[in-house]
């Protein structure tokens, strides 16, 4: 049976302890992880759908650079997870300079990780590539759903990035506890997750 | 310092879930989690390079992105370390929605059939 939790001024028996035993930021971060998933899979759907739908679909990727710039770009999400992995850790192991440490280096690999996407947008820029034009030939959805979907996932990022220096600086101080700390983890870890999606759907899937 | 006993205001909450302390071996598990994903970005740019069909190669590479959002989900995000109901719920709910999505598919394939009559 479920603990009751007292509230002052309020009968005990009204209020029950969350079914999911855990703190109520840390429900409305996975709430929130839901609804966004449930936002990047329409945005996977819509682009396969064209993508299925088009006659002249264009394949814009060369192996080298772009597929090996993803795959940088990728083992450096990977590693930015493990590394806000040890920041919770040491975070509610009560070692806050450590956990601050570790979120400092995520920060740098979030930073990272988008300086080479915005490096790789500006080159594709300068080859013609936009959201409604395809200096290919094919159709300009190519670059649509590109843009699209990955600068949707870079807002995340930057979000992420943001997000996380805020955390760090209040932790640092005392103002935020161990539990910030790990639902602002939780939010990094999956911003990881919706990449392991769109590299191989938006980017291996256009390798010529 | 603990949280999950009582708030600013006095009012109790429910107590959290803990991941397993730091430690030696935990972080060692952790690696390893993390090379198994690395590998997993290089099985999938393997794949595609074997140049396979393109249905073959869209299953194999969905299939290898669950496999990793699996991981993510259980040992990144600590999944398996909170209630199984947390999970049943909400990633129950989430699959739930993503498979009817695939009710696209059907008008995507459609330019495909259109053909003019004699």
Redesign the interface.
Known sequence: ME?E????GVHASTIE????????K?LVM??FI?AD??TF??IL?GY???R??S?NWTRPFD?SPT?VNA?VM??IL??S??T???A???A???DRSRSVRWLGVTIVLGAAFATLHLREWFKMFGEGWSPSHNPLGGTSLVGGTFFGLTGLHLLHVVGGVVAMIVVAAKYSRGSL???HV?TTG?YW??V??VW??V???VY??N?R | MTEGSSSATGVAVAPDHRLPAASGGVAAKDIGIWVAMLVVVALEVVVTYQRPSMPVLIGVLLLLAVVQAFLGLMYFMHLRHERAVLGWSFIGALVFVLLMMNQVWPDALRVFRLRLHD
Do not use: C, Y
């Not at chain 1, 939790?5 to 002052?8: D, E, H, S, T, V």
């Open positions: 603990a939790i007292p509230l002052p302890a969350s079914p999911f035993a855990i703190e109520s840390k996975w709430l839901i998933a449930v899979g329409a759907f396969g759908f064209l299925v739908g006659t192996f597929i795959i990728t083992a990977l590693t997870s493990l806000m992995l040890f919770v850790r040491a509610q192991a009560g506890k161990p539990g790990e939780l870890h999956f990881d997750l392991m999606f590299f191989p759907l291996l899937l390798a």
